[in-house]
């Protein structure tokens, strides 16, 4: 478990913050049942960018999970990405604050490809205090509350003990950028990392990415330049609570809103940095 950082979210105590925990699955849940049905029926998509997609899925799950949230946290704040997509900016308050990705992994919900997931995380002073990340095709649910562990099915997970750079588990995605500088980028930098680490993989949803490194299934991730809060805010902290790290792939603090984002176990946090600073 991470010590409970400064910040406004000690105003709340345990029970408290285990009640916004409870109410967030119970809309996970029921964005989760939305994405069941979609998943096995033909999708009605849309570009936001080249290979940006967006469909009626995603729309319809946001829209359930701030009707539910906002029944019961009325006075709350709220960040979704299709409501992003919608209305542009957006700002991050010390207020309690809802971020959301109703469904990350659009592109392998339209490919029938099934890691797909509700994404719920709740800030508080800025600082990720309650995640939900829900895979309703595979039937995964992880969970973690700043200062009181994380769950993967309700069992308490850990990030991996791998202390071997050559023996880890690389995770990244390729982004939905397809100029030439950011493909360069994007592929040397995996070139390079390619022959320090076992090997790697690229499951189509940073939320489910951290997870993978909270329950040892994987050892290190980054991406940068995806989309936006949404796809971390409920990952940092469950990555956290097992024990594991979420930095700036420079080796910097974690920034939620700066959309580049790092994870690894706890032992390879230090050698991981290298290597991305090399592949820079
Ligand atoms: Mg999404
Ligand atoms: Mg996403």
Not at 170 to 182: A, F, I, S, Y
Not at 211 to 232: S, T
Request: proline share 4%.
């Amino acid at each position: 478990m991470a010590e409970p950082e400064s910040g406004m979210g000690e105003n709340y105590d345990a029970s408290a913050l285990a009640g916004f925990l409870a109410v967030a699955v119970e809309a996970a849940k029921g964005a989760g049942e939305i994405i069941r049905k979609g998943f096995y029926q033909t999708k009605h998509v849309e570009h936001k960018g080249q290979v940006d997609l967006v469909t009626e899925t995603d729309k319809a799950c946001e829209e359930l999970i701030f009707n539910y949230l906002k029944k019961h946290y009325p006075c709350h704040k709220f960040i979704g990405e299709e409501t992003s997509a919608a209305l542009g900016v957006f700002e991050l308050t010390d207020e309690p604050t809802w971020i959301v990705d109703p469904l990350d992994g659009t592109t392998n919900f339209v490919h029938g490809f099934p890691f797909v997931c509700v994404s719920i995380g709740l800030t508080i002073g800025k600082v990720p205090t309650v995640g939900v990340v829900y895979n309703p095709i595979i039937e995964e649910l992880f969970t973690g509350v700043l200062g009181q562990g994380a769950f993967f099915n309700g069992n308490p997970i850990k990030a991996s003990s791998q202390n071997e750079l050559i023996k880890a588990l690389l995770v990244t995605e390729v982004g939905t950028k397809r100029d030439k500088e950011t493909v360069n980028d994007t592929t040397n930098k995996i070139n390079k990392l390619l022959y320090k680490v076992r090997s790697l993989r690229m499951c189509g949803s940073l939320a489910l990415n951290f997870c993978g490194i909270a329950c040892g299934r994987l050892d290190l991730c980054y991406e940068i330049g995806f989309g936006g809060p949404w796809d971390v805010a409920a990952g940092a902290v469950i990555v956290r609570e097992a024990g594991g790290h979420v930095f700036d792939p420079s080796g910097g603090d974690f920034d939620l809103m700066s959309q580049r984002a790092a994870a690894s176990n706890s032992h390879l946090k230090d050698a991981f940095i290298r290597e991305l600073n090399k592949s820079e």
